[in-house]
């Protein structure tokens, strides 16, 4: 059987996007499952688009998650170059051998030329096809005229491994461009040559290129070549499942979620479930989960939905799963500055608490802010509270100052405070939402917060009782 090979072929055009490195992680794990290669290959033959440090921005983020290859532009490989701008020469000459044997020629006309023809056609209702004006005699190739494909209209059956049986007819089938007159390739035409070159088993790509394929068979064929296996992914739609998706549904460079403190493993495993799953109900996979399970026949065909609000969610499931001391360790860049004059011992408490409600770890500082500063009191907390705004300040006070009093006794256990917080539910009459409520806002200035006997046994007594003196005070005014 042959090696599996498959590729990643990013154009340096910007940077990766969540959705973008679907296809990424698709090939990878092909690849990977089949203890084959996994290549890097940069397609920069568009130089108008490149942008400066896409080709770095794209090798760290696929660092970043875990997807290492075998070959590529920065580690080379026996079908080195990895890069389409130094592989110029092959082009080159897999284009002569088209040429000798007829079926490549020089487009003579202008931009202006095929434009005027491109009209034509769409006043005729027609749809364009530049072979209705291939030139009788075409001059010889000096390299200033773009070099098209001779075609040879048919139709075509194939199987795409997503997308099942696929057909066409011979009216999709045309003379396209295989080099331009700046001397570059098309994507068309260098993808072919390098995927051969490089013995490419397997093609993920984008729908977006569907297409065209009906005219890659064609090529294949006038070239001697086998085409490799090819899977389409589905489209990638914003939440409303209508668009594609857009930077303002979330499609955020993959770099700026792990800075924000998103997890490898659950960005990996919120993508490969973008229009794949294992026919269970199972929603998040371990890396191994994903080697075990995922295949390519399992990749619906319509398009898949990005909700960021999921990918959330999956990742503080991964977070749940991490033990104390390895978040711990992997939060140390993310505390808010005061929590720098606090031990370990003290943070790694407060982490313990949030733990269960971490989402990404930028949301630390506001999570944990108050077990290291006493915020200011905020007169909204109990103001804009659903219960708490009806109720006399008199009223307020009175519960705040029993709550000092049997605070002032405890040994701040969590077991103690909360026997306490009964006792004072009991002993004012009131309803947790309305006692604990205002207990915590007087004591985190906070609307939310873990448990509220842990977070005041963490806290500690000199700390809660201080703020409950501050509360206080400013109900007073
Ligand atoms: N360079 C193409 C792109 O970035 C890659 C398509 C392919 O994988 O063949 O869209």
Redesign the pocket.
């Given at each position: 059987m042959k090696t599996v090979r498959t590729r990643f072929?990013?154009?340096p055009t910007g940077f990766l996007h969540v959705g973008g490195i679907r296809?990424a992680l698709f090939a990878w794990l092909v690849a990977r499952q089949n203890h084959g290669k996994f290549i890097l290959r940069f397609?920069d033959t568009d130089k108008k688009r490149e942008v400066e440090g896409a080709r770095q921005h794209l090798i760290d983020s696929l660092k970043q998650l875990g997807l290492d290859y075998d070959e590529g532009p920065d580690v080379g490989g026996p079908f080195a170059p990895y890069t389409q701008s130094e592989r110029l020469d092959s082009y080159k000459q897999w284009a002569q051998k088209l040429i000798d044997s007829g079926r490549a020629y020089a487009d003579p006309y202008s931009a202006e030329e095929v434009q005027a023809f491109r009209e034509q056609a769409q006043a005729a209702k027609q749809p364009f096809l530049y072979r209705n004006h291939r030139p009788e005699q075409p001059p010889a190739w000096d390299g200033s005229q773009p070099l098209r494909f001779k075609s040879d209209p048919k139709p075509y059956k194939w199987h795409d491994e997503v997308m099942g049986d696929l057909h066409s007819g011979p009216e999709v089938i045309d003379d396209f461009i295989l080099i331009k007159s700046d001397g570059y390739p098309t994507?068309n035409f260098a993808?072919i040559i390098d995927d051969a070159e490089m013995e490419v088993s397997h093609?993920?790509?984008?729908q977006e290129?569907l297409a065209s394929i009906p005219n890659y068979l064609n090529l294949y064929e006038a070239l001697g070549l086998e085409p490799p296996v090819m899977a389409t992914m589905p489209h990638i739609l914003g939440p409303d499942g209508k668009k594609k998706l857009s930077k303002r549904d979330g499609a955020k460079d993959v770099l700026d979620y792990i800075r924000d403190g998103y997890l490898p493993d659950a960005l990996v495993s919120f993508i490969a479930t973008l229009g794949w799953n294992d026919g269970t109900e199972q929603e998040v996979f371990s890396r191994q989960e994903l080697l075990d399970k995922f295949s390519l026949s399992r990749v619906q065909k319509s398009g898949a939905h990005f909700d960021e609000r999921r990918l959330l969610w999956v990742n503080g499931h991964f977070i749940r799963e991490l033990s104390l001391d390895e978040l711990y360790k992997k939060v140390a860049d993310y505390w808010p500055p005061e929590a720098q004059d606090h031990d370990d011992a003290y943070k790694k408490q407060a982490l313990g608490l949030v733990q269960e409600r971490l989402k990404y770890f930028a949301e630390l500082p506001e999570l944990t802010g108050f077990f290291f500063t006493d915020l200011p009191v905020n007169a909204e907390l109990i103001s804009g509270h659903k219960q708490l705004k009806k109720l006399a300040a008199a009223d307020l006070k009175a519960w705040l100052e029993q709550t000092k009093t049997s605070l002032a006794d405890s040994d701040f256990s969590a077991v103690d405070l909360g026997k306490r917080l009964n006792e004072l539910l009991e002993q004012t009459g009131q309803k947790p939402a309305v006692l604990f409520s205002l207990i915590r806002i007087a004591t985190t200035q906070s609307p939310a917060s873990p448990g509220l006997a842990e977070t005041l046994a963490i806290l500690g007594k000199e700390r809660s009782l201080r703020r409950l003196d501050v509360q206080l005070s400013a109900l007073a005014d």
């Open positions: 072929a990013p154009s296809t397609e994507y993808h093609i993920m790509r984008g290129f």
